[in-house]
C-alpha cells in the first residue's frame, strides 16, 4: 500500500536559483509520514498520552535525482519496507509528474518519552499489514 501526500513548491522552499533547498526535501516527507500514520489510523498524541510511546526518525538515507522548481506540484509517496518490534523503514519518494526527483529510506523507531526503545504497539503493527 502506497500513501500519497500533494506538495507545492512555494517561494519560500526555494533558494535564489529558485530550486528547492535540500533540508526542505526532509520537511515534505515529514508531512507526508504524519499524514500516512494518520491515514492508517493512527493518533500519535494519543499513542503518547496512553502509552507514554513517541516515534523518531533514527536514520535517513536520501538521494537527489533532479531539481524541483518553485510552483512545481510534487507528489510524496510513502510505503513501508520493513518492519520489526520497534522499528519501521520507509521508502519515501517525490516526484514531479510520475519522475522521480528525491528518493529516500527512512528508519522510525519507537521510543519511551525518555528516550528509551520500545515496542511498536500491536495496532500499528496489525494496521501496517
Known amino acids: 500500500m502506497t500513501h500519497t501526500f500533494p506538495v507545492h513548491v512555494y517561494y519560500e522552499d526555494t533558494d535564489l536559483a529558485g530550486i528547492v533547498y535540500y533540508a526542505n526535501y526532509l520537511k515534505f516527507i515529514e508531512r507526508a509520514r504524519t499524514e ?3 491515514g492508517i489510523g493512527v493518533d500519535q ?3 503518547k498520552d496512553e502509552q507514554g510511546i ?3 526518525v533514527r536514520r535517513v538515507e536520501a538521494d537527489y535525482h ?3 522548481k518553485f510552483d512545481d506540484d510534487l507528489t510524496v509517496e510513502t510505503s513501508v519496507d520493513a518492519m520489526t518490534g ?3 523503514v520507509l521508502k519515501q519518494d517525490i516526484k514531479r509528474d510520475g519522475e522521480l526527483l528525491f528518493s529516500s529510506t527512512v528508519t522510525i523507531v519507537a521510543l ?3 528516550g528509551a526503545p520500545a515496542r511498536l504497539p500491536a495496532n500499528i ?3 501496517l499489514h
Open 36 to 38: 500516512w500514520i494518520r
Open 45 to 47: 498524541t494519543r499513542v
Open 54 to 56: 513517541v516515534f523518531a
Open 66 to 68: 533532479k531539481p524541483a
Open 86 to 88: 520497534v522499528r519501521i
Open 112 to 114: 519511551t518519552e525518555t
Open 125 to 127: 503493527r496489525q494496521n
